[in-house]
């Protein structure tokens, strides 16, 4: 695995993933989770990075991933299982909103389109 790559690709899939969550959450859809007086967008940052990284390891160490469109349909298929994971997760603990759980599980589908995508195509320029 080349470490450079990992980590440029880590910090713009972390990137895209905090400006897709701004759209979605704050703009597209703001009240499917509104934000709390104790947010903390810091961590926030974290987990966009922290989910960046993760698509980048995958991408540059197992599936070798280096465009934009097979990225973008990997990251379809993670950001579908990943959704998917955190609503169960999530709903597990209070009162189940079908249209909440539809939504976020599609918003999850785009970001990780777009997240994958984007470091599909940066490990490409850094080949």
């Known amino acids: 695995m080349n470490l450079k790559n ?5 910090i713009v899939g972390g990137i895209a993933n905090f400006i897709l969550g701004g759209l979605f959450y704050q703009v597209v859809f703001p009240t499917l989770y509104p934000p709390t007086p104790d947010m903390k967008m810091s961590f926030i940052a974290m987990g966009c990075l ?7 390891y995958i991408f540059n160490k197992w599936a070798g991933i280096t465009t934009f469109a097979s990225g973008a349909m990997a990251g379809a298929i993670i950001g ?3 959704g998917l994971s ?3 997760f999530m709903y ?3 009162q ?3 249209q909440n759980f539809a939504i976020d599980s599609v918003v999850n589908i785009l970001m990780g389109t777009g997240v994958g995508g984007a470091v599909g195509f940066i490990l490409g320029k850094f080949k």
């Open 50 to 56: 922290t989910f960046g990284f993760l698509i980048s």
């Open 80 to 82: 579908f299982f990943y």
């Open 96 to 98: 189940l909103n079908i």
């Open 92 to 94: 597990s603990g209070m």
């Open 6 to 10: 990992f980590i440029i690709g880590g």
């Open 86 to 88: 955190m609503n169960f």
